[in-house]
């Protein structure tokens, strides 16, 4: 129950609502005075529930995080997507973690147990419809016995019929005439969203009480952004959509079995940690009866809505920044998808994992001044932005084409890459243009398997064999006999000592992002 203690009887209504480990009161300010005056209750209040819902926040978008990075390769290079359209799909997944989060903060349910099993079944559901909504695909009438049109250099492209659609390519890949997939693609991701914002928040409710209890908290919402880009590596392994709805299946599985699992001990331990008459709001103790006031007082103060807003600009540039990483890595570095996500979740989790468990597991050795943590956390934020210039220094150089054996010659279309040893491949009506590929033995990269004259594909599905541009050396001669092979990708340009080097400098840079926010966090009398 709530009680009401004003200290003037008088002046009931400036009463302000306060929280504190035993209930929560009304403290008025006395007439004249110059400003309301706040228990320490209050600011372990504000404290808990601000580092219960930041927690959960982070632990949810790491999770959404990865779950997207492996949908972008689905959606580009299997749906074919524009990044307008890329951008609309994954605007829905967010828009749906907002909502979840809205729901719990003003509509907490009542049998808390329930709803988590509840909420984390679903979610799972919802992610493996996902990937099998991105797998969905129109298979393409054969004509005259043959496939769509494939990308290597075969004599069937001199009987093919050319009436056939043109979108359509040897992986069955889905047109983007086809938007039924994509409308419900998003649905699924905007359900998504919004029901994994559900389960963390509410499990998380009672773990503010003590420092302990914060260090564990802490220490699980961190390992979020990791595992979430481990099961994007997971997604990226091969190009094969079958390989990238497998990666999705997988985390979704495993969410449905956790749900199914607590669903079991609801009536045993769970009961008694979330007791289903508490119904108040995550990392508080006051009743959802007075949460418009609460949040009232909480918006007056100025510091920690500013701290607030740091906080969640913060979040969503470093889901901004981690999102583009491994795609950087792919093409400045020559990284292979799997690494790349790998290599993000280590240059940037890690570092801040140990910056911020070193500040939370010292906080109460910290004896700094405000103006003196304030100069601290400037300077550790001046540091780790020095990390951003190691994009413009550090690289590979830039990739070439051998264009002897690639001319660009002027025909109906312009900038027609051509050769004589691809003159009958009819290269340039495959949808799928650019895959370059590499012949090792000659460190020559070419734009496709086609234009490099490949007959056919080789026991793995990255290598093409029988390629006759490779063996051709630019000579004028038709196909020649000896042929040879390539592998799907650019041709390494040899930079491991630069690769080495910008692994170990956004360690070293992104070591110090974890002490800032856990650094103005100490000032909170909790935390002593």
């Not at 979430?228 to 709805?245: D, E, P, Q, T, Y």
């Not at 007082?297 to 920044?321: C, E, H, N, P």
Request: aromatic letters at 12%; a positive charge; charged letters at 10%.
């Amino acid at each position: 129950m709530i009680t009401v203690s004003p200290r003037n009887p008088v002046d009931q209504d400036a009463a302000v609502l306060v929280g504190s480990s035993s209930g929560a009161q009304y403290v008025a300010s006395r007439p004249g005075s110059s400003g309301m005056h706040f228990r320490i209750g209050f600011w372990r209040s504000v404290s808990g529930i601000f580092t219960v819902c930041l927690c959960a926040f982070i632990l949810n978008i790491g999770y959404v995080l990865g779950y997207t990075t492996g949908l972008l390769a689905i959606l580009e290079r299997n749906l074919h997507c524009s990044s307008t359209v890329i951008g609309i799909i994954f605007s829905c997944l967010f828009i749906g973690l907002i909502g979840g989060y809205l729901v719990v903060i003003f509509f907490t349910p009542q049998n808390k147990p329930r709803w988590l099993c509840g909420s984390l079944i679903l979610t799972g559901t919802f992610i493996i419809f996902s990937g099998v909504a991105a797998s969905v695909q129109r298979i393409p009438q054969p004509v005259s016995g043959l496939k769509a049109p494939v990308i290597l250099c075969d004599e069937s492209f001199l009987s093919i019929n050319r009436s056939l659609d043109p979108q359509r390519t040897q992986l069955g890949s889905l047109a983007l005439t086809d938007n039924d997939v994509l409308y419900l693609l998003a649905a699924f991701l905007s359900i998504t969203g919004f029901m994994a914002a559900l389960p963390f928040t509410i499990v998380l409710t009672k773990l503010h009480t003590d420092f302990q209890g914060r260090k564990h908290l802490i220490t699980c919402t961190v390992l979020g952004p990791f595992f979430g880009l481990l099961f994007a590596a997971l997604g990226s392994i091969a190009s094969h959509i079958g390989r990238f709805v497998l990666g999705f299946l997988f985390p979704g599985i495993i969410v449905f079995i956790i749900g199914l699992t607590i669903g079991v001990l609801t009536k045993s331990s769970l009961v008694g940690v979330m007791s289903p008459l508490d119904d108040r709001i995550p990392g508080i103790n006051i009743s959802i009866k007075n949460t418009a006031r609460t949040l009232a007082v909480i918006i007056k103060k100025w510091t920690f809505s500013g701290l607030v807003a740091i906080f969640l600009l913060d979040t969503f540039l470093t889901v901004g920044y981690l999102f583009i990483l491994p795609r950087y890595l792919q093409i400045q570095f020559d990284v292979p998808p799997f690494v790349s996500s790998l290599a993000a979740a280590s240059f940037f989790v890690l570092p801040v994992t140990c910056g911020a468990l070193g500040i939370s597991y010292g906080a109460r050795y910290l004896q700094s001044s405000v103006t003196h943590s304030r100069m601290i956390s400037v300077a550790c934020v001046g540091v780790s932005c020095l990390g951003f210039l190691i994009f413009v220094f550090l690289g590979c150089g830039t990739k070439e084409f051998d264009h002897k054996l690639q001319r660009v010659i002027e025909q109906e279309r312009p900038l027609i890459i051509t050769n004589i040893c691809n003159k009958k491949c009819d290269c340039f009506r495959s949808e799928t243009f650019f895959r370059p590929v590499c012949h090792e033995g000659t460190d020559v990269t070419y734009a496709s398997p086609c234009l490099a004259g490949c007959m056919r594909m080789g026991p793995r599905s990255n290598l093409y064999e029988h390629c006759h541009c490779v063996e051709n050396k630019g000579r004028t001669d038709q196909l020649p006999a000896n042929s040879t092979m390539v592998k799907e990708g650019f041709c390494s340009r040899n930079c491991r000592v630069a690769y080495s080097s910008f692994t170990f400098l956004m360690f070293l840079f992104h070591l110090l992002v974890g002490f800032p926010p856990y650094n103005i966090l100490t000032q909170f009398r909790s935390f002593s």
